[in-house]
């Protein structure tokens, strides 16, 4: 499961005992253009979906929708091939959503049930996309920006768009985490974190629900709280 088991001496109080604990396992992963040589981005993540990270990256960032079979893994780097391009097209934003509080509940609740790894090693970072009724892919990652690209690239990598409205992440929320979320016509973006204000700014300017803190059956609306429901 992508850990290693270490030897460790835990403290509790003055009482010390050795066990053994699993930690993440962190690799550095660059994705690299093959035609040009260039590096086009580099980042610590744990060795798997590294072919989904690559996809969700080229979609989000770049507006780059690419077959799976251009990216191929190459010890530590991983090689795309360039070909004809294909745009991205744009989302059109569903702004008359309505999500009860009762649905926020369960996706929050199977948001954390399935950060397998996170509860193993408490090391990862989570992203989820989901409708007003199910979480529709999941992932982790080192990072939150990890997460993002690889639950992006997992929706892609059978040849489909993403089709989702709700996104769910485990960490805070600042000013590029809602403006990549809101690219991909995102209406509700939902964190187990806490806010900037720079991301509230960004979030009204581009009509997205921003909710904050959601942990159990508690959370915090920031903007555009009519899409939350009783």
């Known amino acids: 499961m992508w850990q290693r088991s270490v030897k460790v001496i835990k ?34 993540c744990f060795p798997q979906h590294d072919r989904e990270w690559a996809l969700g990256y080229l979609y989000s960032e770049l507006g780059i929708r690419t077959p799976p079979e251009s990216v191929i893994l190459n010890g530590p780097h991983i090689d795309w091939t360039p070909g004809p391009p294909t745009s991205v097209p744009i989302v059109k934003r569903d702004t008359a959503i309505q999500l009860a ?11 954390q049930e399935a950060a397998i790894l996170y509860k193993s090693t408490g090391a990862t970072q989570s992203a989820a996309l989901a409708t007003t009724n199910d979480i529709v892919a999941h992932a982790e990652d ?89």
């Not at 066990?19 to 590096?39: A, C, F, I």
């Not at 509080?101 to 948001?111: D, K, N, P, R």
């Not at 000013?175 to 991301?199: F, M, P, Q």
């Open 11 to 44: 403290y509790s109080g003055y009482n010390r005992s050795k066990t053994q604990d699993p930690v993440v396992m962190e690799r550095q992963r660059s994705l690299v253009n093959k035609t040009t040589g260039e590096t086009m981005v580099s980042l610590p």
């Open 101 to 111: 509080v009762s649905h926020l509940h369960q996706l929050t609740a199977s948001f």
């Open 142 to 230: 080192l990072t939150d920006i990890g997460a993002f690209y690889k639950v992006i690239g997992k929706s892609l990598l059978n040849d489909t768009l993403p089709q989702f409205s709700i996104g769910i992440i485990s960490g805070k929320v600042d000013e590029s985490t809602v403006r990549s979320w809101a690219k991909l016509g995102t209406s509700i973006l939902i964190s187990r974190g806490a806010l900037t204000d720079l991301a509230i700014d960004c979030a009204i300017d581009n009509n997205l629900c921003l909710i904050g803190f959601a942990r159990g059956v508690r959370f915090s609306i920031y903007t555009f709280p009519e899409r939350i429901r009783q």
